[in-house]
């Protein structure tokens, strides 16, 4: 990264050599989040291309931030992982989250909306606890969004962790979420509520009486939900 930097000996300027390029602090917040694979990296941000990414990763491993580990049964199948050095910017990351949740505006925020990212956001905080310890099948239906994002399926099973479906998996669903997904995207980020959304017929949420009961409990909102707004 010596073509970006700042030729100066400040330990601030010397991170920002190494993070500062664009998509590389939101590539260290999937790393943070626990994504490992390569294909799984690009469903938690879409919108990077494939050639980025892995450039991306090579100056992050050539840096320290992540090392590449061999998967066992799985010739040729490499992951990402943090090392020692990358796990350190976990704080970072949950501090700019929490900066980012209390001082940005909230119109601009939910104007920059993305189906498969707040998708894949919300299978991995899934809390599975708080689902009956069976087989649950979750419908989320975004009507104004196009065909290829309009239905998603959460398939969410005790034993086999949250698994995120684009088309329909041929089980019988559980629960159906229809709403659109500023309304979807604001719940999550704690800057709505389902019963609020549903009393101003924003969203419809019918099937299993005790899914929709317990919805915020399984739901798991973002780790930054919590985080009170500081501006209008």
């Known amino acids: 990264m010596t073509s970006g930097s700042y030729q100066q000996f400040c330990p601030v300027s ?3 050599e190494v993070l500062c390029t664009r998509w590389t602090m939101v590539l ?32 992050l491993e050539e840096n320290g931030v992540v090392k590449r580990v061999p998967v066992a049964g799985e ?4 992951e990402y992982h943090l090392t020692p050095a990358g796990k350190e910017l976990g704080p970072i990351v949950e501090a700019m989250g929490v900066w980012g949740q209390r001082w940005t505006e909230t ?6 909306l993305d189906a498969g ?30 065909p290829a994002e309009r239905n998603w399926w959460m ?14 998996p041929g089980f019988n669903v559980d629960l159906y979420i ?7 995207t604001a719940i999550w980020m704690g800057l709505d509520t389902p019963a609020k959304a549903v009393g101003e017929d924003r969203m419809t949420v019918t099937g299993d009486r005790v899914l929709e009961k317990n919805m915020l409990k399984w739901l798991g909102l973002s780790s930054i939900a919590g985080v009170k707004k500081q501006v209008a």
């Open 14 to 16: 010397m991170a920002a």
């Open 28 to 59: 260290v917040r999937e790393l943070v989040a626990g994504t490992t694979r390569f294909n799984d990296l690009r469903r938690g941000m879409p919108r990077m291309s494939p050639a980025l990414l892995s450039k991306r990763l090579k100056e």
């Open 75 to 78: 010739p040729g199948v490499m």
């Open 107 to 112: 119109q601009p925020q939910l104007e920059k």
């Open 117 to 146: 990212l707040l998708m894949w956001d919300m299978r991995r905080s899934i809390r599975i606890s708080e689902l009956p310890a069976r087989r649950n099948v979750i419908q989320f239906i975004y009507p104004e969004c196009r």
């Open 155 to 168: 398939v969410v099973d005790p034993q086999e962790g949250a698994d995120l479906c684009m088309v329909e």
């Open 178 to 184: 229809h709403t659109d997904l500023r309304t979807m």
